[in-house]
Structure formats: structure tokens, C-alpha cells
């Protein structure tokens, strides 16, 4: 037996073994035709692989304004037109509408959940016929724009946790925000701008606060973090070099610093260090870029009437708008814009008409903004709050003063441009706005179909995290086509 | 032929004997039940013979070919003596495995739903073969392997054997089964529009060719029912037409579409794809609809299913264009690629890109000349605020296969425009803000793919806007006019954050929108448009001072009035000594508060307010140097429902020293009456003659009873005190 085994082993000779070798290789390129990203780059890490190929199908929106009304506005008062409220105001909420409800600490302990019909009236407009309130007089113009869904319904009752949902889609802090998901799925437009920014804004309402965990990049790379930009006069603070500093000197400075960096990534390899480097970098491109943005007085003065005249008081939600269009225009991917005080437990009557005041003007004028400009098709706007508010009063019902407590079930959101369907009224509530009868949306599905419009799909954009593949809508979400074009 | 000996003595051969007998015995019984076929009725018992056919026909194929095989690859009667037995094996086993699937295959054929030609040659061909090889078997010692008779015989056997396969899977799988994923590429890349598609070819006639008709076709018409053309899809088959919308569920097909999956007469079959959801939709509106085969989808009503189906499923084809051209290198697109140039590919696998500029600073022309290397990949540029000018645009038009560009307040004029008449693929063009007139627009008008031309803020006059909008080829967007537009100007700022104006510190106003004129008063009197005072530079106030102002600018409304109180606070005292201590909810930071120049907001509760109730409030302010003083302001707070009164009396005294004092003023504040609002800053103001003083003393007393109609009445009010002014 040993003789034949010496034989074999003495008849593989080079000949043998280059001629098997061809065979292989060709088996080789063979399966390579048959796998035909195996060549392209990258593959450095897990993370690569996954997100390969980005976006995964041509998108229709580039980017996203979202114009979030923080403390929950009242759809009742504002978009869903339910007269049964009226005629049955100062009634009992049926419990056969309420179904077990859970309610918040504030109204758990009422006795009575008397309907409160909305004091305002409410007309049909544009070629879509949506029912608005005589609060919205700006927007009433531009419905044939806007797509109106009036099926959002969330999980939580209270404004952190459903804040939080909204931004990160999960009620827990510390996971990614939308915006931070975009910045890492897409990259940024413009490399001399943050990719994901963010603008606050204070209405006289009952305010609710915002926190940076819902810009947060959670366990994305930092650079993906929402930038704050600041309400005064300067957006950005400190982005102007100290007297008697050129450009070239902090050119040098840079270089100098980014190479102690480089040594410190070398030795620890902490990716925190390179993303350090690349937002220094960042910063010095923003030198010049921020000033161009920010410079408003090249608006000319028709944008100021459209806005309103706030649109140049700094930090005012109609300045935010106009900055946020500006932004957009310069390939910011995400402008997160949060405007407080709608949270109208007491009062709303007299709260809602302040805030209407602040945000009706601008927000309609920011779809007409991009729309004549031409952007409008690439640039996805929503309008709306973390939840929305009770067919019934919280506090004393007069006839015509009332407070509303959160309503998770069913609240309107509206999106414009970015391949959303325009003019259209989408998903029912029952007659009393309290449940969804038909075309319900989670906030899962909104994530969804917002990550849809701009080219990514949703159970595709993942990022693997202590040993699980994460993603923005969590094991959730479904398309919801009947919005998009 | 040698064979080895099992321990009973008998030979394995024995067994090929028997398997011998009972295939050529299941042979003649096939032919017997041909020749009698149409008399041949299936027992019950049969029929899962029958059904075991597609396990069966397996075996003969690939044993009989193997025996082909190595009957095609002897050479020499040597090399077949090794391996002789072996072979042997190999064809009788195939002789009887290829009788019990002919002979399956017969019984399974009397089934329904197989009639058609592709089952007239499959069954011959698999009875052909069952015969062919066990007349083989039989003469197989006339027949040498390395003979060219059986090398003929071998052949034409795997001939068959590939034939009668291939007929036997288009029964089952639908006869384009093998071609089918070519021919969907195929189809995928025609897609119709939206605007012409029909509803039934181009989207019911899909799902059922790809989830009906592999039963339901000329070849295998299970339950009667043909779905290959309108016709025979409407007359349906056994059970009668597919639809009939006079009944509830709407007919034959929908109900049987929506029987549980589990259920036997759910169709598809188990085991095969079911309808999704939507297509169940589509299929129920169609057919309540009245199945018509003529309907378009643009004449559909869009709340119907089948538009939102045929949305998703034909949505592509406009926006989703399919590009002729390929893909530019990589590497070229990296190296034009730079932080003010950001040129991108519209999706990942799609040849064409997108390019922005960024920073006009840094923008040249070469800038877009640099990008011909890629002009035939460049379908969008956006150049908006570049500073571009005219004969870039002769560049631009090079850019062959553009389908958007956004020159939005670029500095073009206009006046080389018409050079974009070579962008034959442009869909949409922005010029807003630029200086473009209507002729140089109107050229462009021959571009036949030019759909949204955005021409806000441009120098159109609104009579040409409505020319323009008259186009009924090219949607002209011309926006927002603000010109006939009036409105409320917001109010100007009063720049200076503190209350207190020092010796030097001058009021400051502004306003935000370019070109408003500011005009203010001093005296707290309404500013009006013509008559007050026109604010230039900062200006200073020699007194304690009430700031309205209001903003004009034509065009707009003047706005309200803003206003602010300010505290003339000339000298600085140097220190102070409360000679009453504050009630010990109200310290604030003792005799400091009155001269730190802080200025508290109206609640009570801000730590910065003195607060008296049980005792006067009595203290001592200090100048180290006397200071000629003509004037001096208490600063104090009315909280009506917090009890917070003006005091009943103040008396302001003055002298060199605490030992030489004399009284300056006294005043009695008038109290508030029931409708006097709840909280106000209060200012008391007392004058007196110029005089050096290094000291003064003020007592102010608490009211003692609260008034009648007070919630407290007859109780002790408070007296609030945060800053003393001299001047």
C-alpha cells in the first residue's frame, strides 16, 4: 500500500499540478461571472458588506424637511372635521368608541370625558376637497400640494417616549435617529455642510421640551450626530477664526492636528478619532459655506412676504423654515426642525390660534418656496406632532374653552413633495376622530415609506450593533403605497 | 457471464431473472390496456399508482442514461470486463424502472386535465422507451458495447430519454417553464405607461400567467379551464363562467381563490405561489368592474385597487427611466469628484449621475467644462447661485443627455438660452431668479421633451406669466408674487438687553428686514408715520425713559409698537446697610440688591427681590464721594394676588452722612383697585433739588390692611423692593 501512495505522491509533479491549478482558476472565474459584485471594492468590514449598493433603487425624494409641531397639535382642530363632536358636545365619550383606552395620569382620574366639538370652523378646499380650519388659512391654498394622512397612530401616550418613537423608532433612548440613519445610509449631499441638521423653535403654547437624544447618532459613527444649530443671530457659533488668523495658518493647524490624530487612531484604533478628524475637516469647509447659507439678506423681498416678516428674527419658526429651505437647497440631507408649545392641555382654543400664527405662513410658504424653485419633487416635507389630541376635554368644558389630552389611536400628519402623492386625503377615522376605520399607518410604516422615497428600503438599511442587525424600523414597517406616486 | 456464490448456494443472477420476468410481464400488460384504451377505466385503488409517476420517472432516466453512457464509452471488449456486471445491473434495473413509470404514467394520463399533444408524445415516447430497452435487455448478448449497433441504440436512447423528459416537465411546470426566466427579463424592459397600459393585458393578464396558467393552458386543462386567451378565460370550464358578479362572492374564481390555503379547492393549488393580497384586489375590482377587457387604466377611478396596483406596478416606467448609455469608469467619477463638485450616480447599479455645486466662492467655469469626459452619463446638474454666466451655457449644452438642470439665480441673462434647445432629453429646466425675458423662454419651447419650466422671480412681467401659462405641452411654474401682496411688518428690536442705562450707554434699535424706516418716542406717546422721531443712529436719554417705537416701509403696514422702560442710573452707590432685615422669604442678596444693577423679572420668586411685610422696609445707600444727585428711583413690584401692594408711604431722606440727614420727598402711592391688573413692574420717581449728597435713607411702609375686595382683606401686604437709581 505504501509503494502505490509513493508512486501517487512522485507522479503530482509541477505539470500536474499547474494544469489542476487552470482547472480551478477557471472554476473561479466561472463563479465570479456568477456573482458579479465579488470583485468591487470594499468588503473591508461586515458593515460595508451590508450596505453595499446604496441607494438600493433610484429615489425619489434627496432629501427631507421635516417640520415636527413637538407637544402633539390637535387634529381635531386643524384637519379631521368631525361635526358629530359638535352636536354631541358635552357628552360622554361612549366607551364602545374609547375600547380600553389607556390614558394618561392627567385624565385617568376624570370622572366624565365630555366630547368637545372644535370652535372653529372648517372648510372644504382645493381640487381634493380636504377639510381644513379656519386656523390655517396659508396652508387652506396649498392642499392641492400636500398629501394629508389622517391615520397616524403610535404606541406611546406621553411625549418623551413618543417623541423618541418618532425620531429613532423605538421608545427608548439611544438608538439612532432618523435623520442619523439617512446621513449613514445616503452621506451627505454637500461635504462642506452637516448632512443632518437641526433647528428649534418656541410658540407661546404649553411648551414640551426637546433634548439632543433625539438627533442622537446612537450607535452610529458620530458624524452622522444632528447639528444644532444655534437660534441667535449666528447659527453656527464659533465657526469665525479668532483676529489675526488666516485661512492658510488654520489650514496648517488642521494638518498638523489631524496627523497627531492619525498617530493616536494608529495606536488605538478608536474609529471615534477618525470621525474627530473628518469633523474638524468639516468645520473648516463650514467656514465658508455657513456664511453663504446664512447670509439672508440676498432673499429677495417677495420670500419675506411669503414667509412672513419673522422669517428674519432669528430662532422664530418662520426663520427656521426659510433656513431650513436654504439648507436644503445646499444638499442638506435632513433639516429636523421642532417647533414647542402645542401641547394644549388647557386653553387650546386660545394657544392653538398663537401657534397656528407661527407656523401656518411659513410652513405653507416653504412648499410654495421649493415648488417655484423647482426642488419641490426631490425634497420630502412633513408636518406634524408626536401624537395627537382627545375628542374629549381634559379640565372644564365651556362652550367655547377647552383642553385636550394625548391621543395616540389616530392623529394627521402631512407630507408634500418628494414623490408623496399630492392632493390627497388618506386613511378615515371614525365619525367621532377617536379610531382609525380605514388605511391605518404606524409609525413604523411612516418610517418605512419615508426611507422608500428616498431610496432605501427600509428591512435593507441595517447596522449590526453588539451582535444584532438593527435598523430604523425595528422589525416592523410596512410601504404604504397608497401615498406615493 | 461469472457470478458469486451466496452461502445458500443459489446465485446472486437468480434475482435478475425474476426482476426480468416481472418487467417484461408489466410490458405486455401495457401494451394489452393500449390496445384496449378506450375501454380502460382506472380503478380507485390505481389511480395512486398513477400519482406515484413523477417520483418513478426519475429512476429510468437517470439509470438508463448512465447505461447509454457507458455503453457510448467502451472502447474495447478488455475494458468491459470489470465493470460487465455492473452494467448489466444498470439496464435491467432501468427495463424496470422505466415500465412502472410508463406504465404510471398511462394510469396518471386518464386523469382530467391532461388532453393535449405534448401528452400524445410524452406517453409514446416513455412507452417507446420501456419497450425499447427490455427488447435490449433480451438481446443484449447480440449486441457488443464496443460494436457500433449498440452505440447507435445508446444514442438514439438518450435522444428519447431527453425528449420525453422535457414534454414531461412542460406538463407539469407550464411549457415555457425552461425559457421563462429569459423571457421575463425581456419583458421587463418594454414596459408600458401608465398612460397606455389596459388593465387586463397589462395587469390581470400577468398574475395568471404566472400563477394560473401552468394548470390552465392547452396542454393540461385542469377543471376544463383554459386561460391563454380572453376568450376561453371567459367561458370558463367546468363549474361554468370564472365570474358572476350577480353572486355575493362574485364567482367561481374569486371563490376559490379565497378558501383558506389549507382548503382543498383553494387555488393555486397547495404548494404553488397564492395570490397576494393586492392582486386579489385587483382581480375583485376588475371583475366587479364587469371584467372588461377593453378598460384602461387612466380612465380607472383612482381610489380603485387597480389604480393604486397599477401604480406600483407600472410606476416605474416614468420615473424609473432605463438609461441606453453605460456606465462612466469609477475612476474618472472619483477624480472629478470634489467637495464643491458632488457628482453621484442617480442609484447603485444605474449608469446615470447627478452633479451639484457647492460654495459659489469657489466656482470657475472649467468647473462644468471639466465634466465632458462624462457627458454621456450626466442626466441632472444643479448649479443653483453658481455665479454661471451666459456662454457657460453653450458648455452645458454639450451635456447631451441632461434631463433636469437647476440654474436658479445664476448670473445668466438670458441671452444665450436658446443654446439649451440642445438638451433634446430635458424634461425640466429652473431659471427662477435669473434675468431670463419670454422670447429667450419660448425658443426653448421646441425641446420635445421639455415638461416643467420654472420661471419665478424672473423678469417677467405677470401679462407674460399668463402667455406663457397658456402652454398646454409645458407646465410654466411662475410662483409666488409678492408685489401686490400688504402686509403687517413685525415690530423692531430694542437691542439693549439691560433695563439700566448707565452715563454712556445709548438706546439701540434695529430691524431685520432691509430698507424699513424706524421712527420712536421717548416720552411714552404713540409713534406715528410722520411725525415722530426717524431712528438713525443710537441715542442717548438723559432720564428714565418709556421707548415705544413702531416699523414702516412701503409696501407694508407699519407694525405694532414695541416698548421698554429704561432706568436712568447715573451714580453708582458704593454700598448700602438695610436697617430693617428682609423677611426671610425675600432676602435676595441683602443690601446689595438695591445697587447691583440687576434688574428682576415680575416673579416673585426670581431671588432678587427684597421682601418687607412685618417691618419698613429702612436702608442706608452710601457714595464714598458726594455725588450731585437731583433724582432718585425706586424700583418695586405690584403682585395684587400675591399681596405684593405699593407701600403705603415712602419717604426719601438725604445728607454728607447717616448723622446729617434731612427729608428729600415723600409720597403716598395710589393703591390699586380691584380692576388694576395683577402684576406690574412699579417705578417711583422723586425729584429734588440739585444737591451733594453721600447718603441716602428711604422707608417705605407695608400697607397695613388690605382693602375690602381683596381675597386678604384686612391682612398685611407685602412691599417688594429690588433696585434704587440716582441720578
Request: charged share 20%; glycine share 8%.
Amino acid at each position: 500500500m505504501e509503494k502505490p501512495i509513493f508512486d501517487f505522491g512522485l507522479n503530482t509533479n509541477r505539470r500536474h499540478f499547474l494544469s489542476k491549478l487552470s482547472l480551478g482558476l477557471g472554476s473561479a472565474a466561472l463563479g465570479s461571472l456568477l456573482i458579479p459584485d465579488m470583485f468591487k471594492g470594499g468588503g473591508e468590514s461586515d458593515v460595508n458588506d451590508l450596505m453595499a449598493g446604496l441607494p438600493h433603487f433610484a429615489p425619489k425624494a434627496k432629501r427631507v424637511i421635516y417640520l415636527f409641531q413637538n407637544g402633539a397639535p390637535s387634529q381635531l382642530d386643524l384637519f379631521d372635521y368631525k361635526p358629530m363632536l359638535n352636536k354631541m358636545h358635552g357628552q360622554d365619550l361612549p366607551e364602545s368608541i374609547r375600547g380600553g383606552q389607556r390614558l394618561t395620569g392627567m385624565t385617568a382620574n376624570q370622572a366624565k370625558f365630555p366630547l368637545a366639538g372644535s370652535v372653529f370652523n372648517f372648510a372644504q378646499y382645493g381640487k381634493s376637497g380636504a377639510w381644513m380650519s379656519e386656523l390655517l388659512p396659508h396652508m387652506s391654498k396649498i392642499v392641492d400640494d400636500l398629501c394629508i394622512i389622517k391615520t397616524l397612530n403610535t404606541e406611546a401616550i406621553n411625549h418623551d417616549p413618543a417623541l423618541t418613537f418618532f425620531q429613532t423608532g423605538a421608545q427608548v433612548g439611544n438608538r439612532p435617529s432618523m435623520g442619523a440613519w439617512l446621513s449613514y445610509g445616503l452621506g451627505s449631499e454637500n461635504q462642506n455642510l452637516p448632512g443632518f441638521c437641526v433647528l428649534l423653535s418656541r410658540g407661546k403654547g404649553n411648551g414640551q421640551g426637546v433634548y439632543s437624544k433625539l438627533w442622537t447618532n446612537g450607535f452610529l459613527d458620530s458624524v452622522h450626530q444632528g447639528v444644532q444649530f444655534s437660534s441667535g443671530e449666528n447659527p453656527v457659533l464659533y465657526l469665525n477664526d479668532p483676529d489675526g488668523m488666516n485661512r492658510e495658518e488654520r489650514r496648517k493647524m488642521l494638518d498638523k492636528l489631524s496627523q497627531l490624530n492619525q498617530n493616536t487612531f494608529d495606536e488605538f484604533g478608536d474609529p471615534e478619532v477618525t470621525a474627530k478628524i473628518q469633523q474638524y475637516e468639516m468645520a473648516y469647509r463650514m467656514q465658508t459655506a455657513v456664511p453663504e447659507i446664512t447670509d439672508m439678506t440676498r432673499e429677495p423681498e417677495s420670500i419675506v412676504k411669503m414667509y412672513g416678516p419673522e422669517c428674519l428674527v432669528p430662532g422664530t419658526y418662520a426663520a427656521n423654515c426659510l433656513l431650513a429651505r436654504k439648507l436644503s437647497e445646499q444638499g442638506v440631507r435632513f433639516i429636523q426642525l421642532y417647533h414647542q408649545g402645542w401641547d394644549s392641555h388647557g386653553g387650546l382654543p386660545n394657544e392653538i390660534k398663537g401657534q397656528c400664527m407661527d407656523v401656518d405662513q411659513a410652513s405653507a410658504a416653504l412648499i410654495t418656496d421649493l415648488k417655484q424653485r423647482g426642488l419641490l419633487d426631490e425634497t420630502l416635507v412633513i408636518w406634524g406632532g408626536e401624537f395627537g389630541r382627545t375628542n374629549y376635554c381634559q379640565g372644564t368644558l365651556t362652550k367655547d374653552n377647552y383642553g385636550r389630552d394625548h391621543h395616540p389611536r389616530a392623529f394627521t400628519v402631512w407630507m408634500a413633495g418628494g414623490g408623496v402623492k399630492p392632493g390627497i386625503v388618506y386613511g378615515e377615522t371614525d365619525e367621532f376622530g377617536y379610531n382609525i376605520v380605514k388605511d391605518p399607518v404606524h409609525v413604523h410604516d411612516f418610517h418605512a415609506t419615508i426611507l422608500n422615497q428616498l431610496g432605501l428600503d427600509h428591512e435593507k438599511l441595517v447596522y449590526k450593533h453588539q451582535g444584532r442587525r438593527y435598523r430604523l424600523t425595528d422589525v416592523a414597517g410596512k410601504l404604504v403605497k397608497g401615498i406615493i406616486v | 457471464m461469472e457470478s458469486a456464490s451466496r452461502p445458500d448456494g443459489r446465485s446472486f443472477s437468480d434475482w435478475k431473472g425474476w426482476v426480468y420476468n416481472f418487467a417484461f410481464f408489466l410490458n405486455g400488460l401495457l401494451i394489452f390496456l393500449l390496445l384496449f384504451e378506450d375501454r380502460f377505466v382506472v380503478p380507485v385503488w390505481m389511480q395512486s399508482l398513477g400519482r406515484m409517476h413523477p417520483l418513478v420517472l426519475h429512476f429510468p432516466l437517470v439509470v438508463l442514461m448512465l447505461y447509454s453512457i457507458w455503453i457510448l464509452i467502451v472502447e474495447k471488449e478488455e475494458s468491459t470486463k470489470w465493470n460487465e456486471n455492473l452494467a448489466d445491473t444498470l439496464l435491467l434495473i432501468g427495463t424496470l424502472t422505466s415500465v412502472v413509470a410508463a406504465f404510471s404514467g398511462f394510469v396518471l394520463s386518464h386523469e382530467e386535465g391532461y388532453e393535449a399533444d405534448a401528452l400524445f408524445w410524452h406517453k409514446w415516447l416513455g412507452i417507446v422507451i420501456s419497450v425499447c430497452s427490455i427488447i435490449w435487455y433480451s438481446f443484449k448478448k447480440y449486441l457488443p458495447p464496443w460494436k457500433l449497433p449498440a452505440k447507435l441504440i445508446s444514442v438514439s436512447l438518450l435522444i428519447m430519454l431527453l425528449i420525453g423528459g422535457h414534454l414531461g416537465g412542460n406538463l407539469t411546470h407550464g411549457e415555457d417553464f425552461l425559457t421563462a426566466p429569459m423571457q421575463l427579463a425581456s419583458v421587463e424592459n418594454d414596459k408600458v405607461t401608465f398612460e397606455e397600459a389596459n388593465v387586463y393585458t397589462d395587469l390581470v393578464e400577468p398574475i395568471l400567467e404566472q400563477k394560473c396558467i401552468s394548470c390552465h393552458n392547452a396542454q393540461k386543462s385542469k377543471g376544463d379551464l383554459q386561460m391563454q386567451t380572453k376568450e376561453l378565460f371567459a367561458k370558463g370550464g367546468k363549474e361554468g363562467t370564472p365570474w358572476d358578479t350577480t353572486k355575493a362572492d362574485l364567482g367561481v374564481l374569486l371563490t376559490r381563490v379565497h378558501l383558506p390555503l389549507d382548503d382543498k379547492k383553494h387555488m393555486p393549488p397547495r404548494g404553488k405561489t397564492p395570490l397576494t393580497d393586492e392582486e386579489i384586489a385587483l382581480l375583485e375590482a376588475w371583475i366587479k368592474g364587469g371584467s372588461r377587457f377593453d378598460l384602461m387604466v387612466k380612465s380607472v377611478d383612482a381610489q380603485s385597487p387597480m389604480y393604486s396596483y397599477a401604480q406600483n406596478v407600472l410606476a416605474g416606467s416614468e420615473t424609473e427611466e432605463k438609461y441606453e448609455f453605460s456606465a462612466a469608469s469609477g475612476d474618472k467619477i472619483k477624480e472629478l469628484n470634489s467637495t464643491y463638485r458632488l457628482i453621484k450616480s442617480v442609484a447603485a447599479e444605474s449608469p446615470a449621475l447627478a452633479v451639484n455645486f457647492y460654495n459659489r466662492a469657489n466656482f470657475k467655469s472649467e468647473d462644468i467644462s471639466a465634466l465632458a469626459p462624462l457627458k454621456g452619463q450626466i442626466i441632472a446638474m444643479d448649479l443653483s447661485k453658481m455665479p454661471v454666466k451666459d456662454e457657460d451655457l453653450k458648455t452645458i449644452s454639450q451635456f447631451v443627455e441632461l434631463r433636469k438642470l437647476i440654474l436658479n439665480f445664476t448670473d445668466i441673462t438670458g441671452s444665450t438660452l436658446p443654446e439649451l434647445k440642445k438638451l433634446t432629453k430635458l424634461k425640466n429646466l429652473s431659471l427662477s431668479g435669473t434675468k431670463v425675458k419670454l422670447a429667450q423662454i419660448q425658443a426653448l419651447s421646441q425641446i420635445p421633451s421639455l415638461k416643467n419650466v420654472f420661471v419665478w422671480n424672473t423678469e417677467l412681467t405677470p401679462d407674460e406669466m399668463i402667455t406663457l401659462k397658456k402652454s398646454a405641452k409645458i407646465r410654466y411654474e411662475t410662483g409666488f408674487r409678492g408685489d401686490t401682496l400688504v402686509l403687517n411688518l413685525n415690530p423692531p428690536i430694542i437691542e439693549n438687553e439691560s433695563q439700566i442705562l448707565s452715563a454712556n450707554t445709548d438706546i439701540r434699535l434695529k430691524h431685520q428686514i432691509p430698507g424699513t424706516v424706524l421712527r420712536y418716542t421717548i416720552d411714552g406717546s404713540e409713534p406715528d408715520s410722520t411725525t415722530s422721531l426717524v431712528y438713525s443712529k443710537p441715542f442717548p436719554v438723559t432720564k428714565n425713559a418709556k421707548i415705544k417705537a413702531r416699523a414702516f416701509k412701503k409696501g407694508w403696514y407699519g407694525s405694532k409698537t414695541v416698548e421698554k422702560f429704561f432706568f436712568k442710573s447715573t451714580f453708582h452707590a458704593d454700598s448700602a446697610r438695610l436697617i430693617t432685615k428682609a423677611d426671610l422669604k425675600f432676602p435676595a442678596q441683602g443690601a446689595k440688591t438695591l445697587y447691583d444693577g440687576v434688574k428682576s423679572d415680575q416673579s416673585t420668586s426670581s431671588g432678587k427681590w427684597l421682601g418687607y411685610r412685618d417691618l419698613d422696609f429702612q436702608t442706608y445707600l452710601y457714595f464714598n464721594k458726594a455725588v450731585k444727585a437731583q433724582s432718585i428711583t425706586l424700583s418695586m413690584l405690584r403682585n395684587v394676588g400675591g399681596y405684593i401692594f405699593p407701600p403705603a408711604r415712602i419717604e426719601v431722606w438725604g445728607g454728607a452722612n447717616e448723622k446729617q440727614m434731612k427729608l428729600l420727598k415723600v409720597l403716598t402711592p395710589e393703591m390699586p383697585v380691584k380692576e388694576t391688573s395683577n402684576s406690574e413692574n412699579l417705578v417711583f420717581d422723586f425729584d429734588f433739588d440739585m444737591q451733594e449728597i453721600g447718603c441716602f435713607k428711604i422707608i417705605a411702609k407695608p400697607l397695613s390692611k388690605l382693602p375690602p375686595w381683596h381675597p386678604g382683606k384686612g391682612e398685611k401686604a407685602w412691599v417688594f423692593i429690588d433696585e434704587v437709581f440716582v441720578n
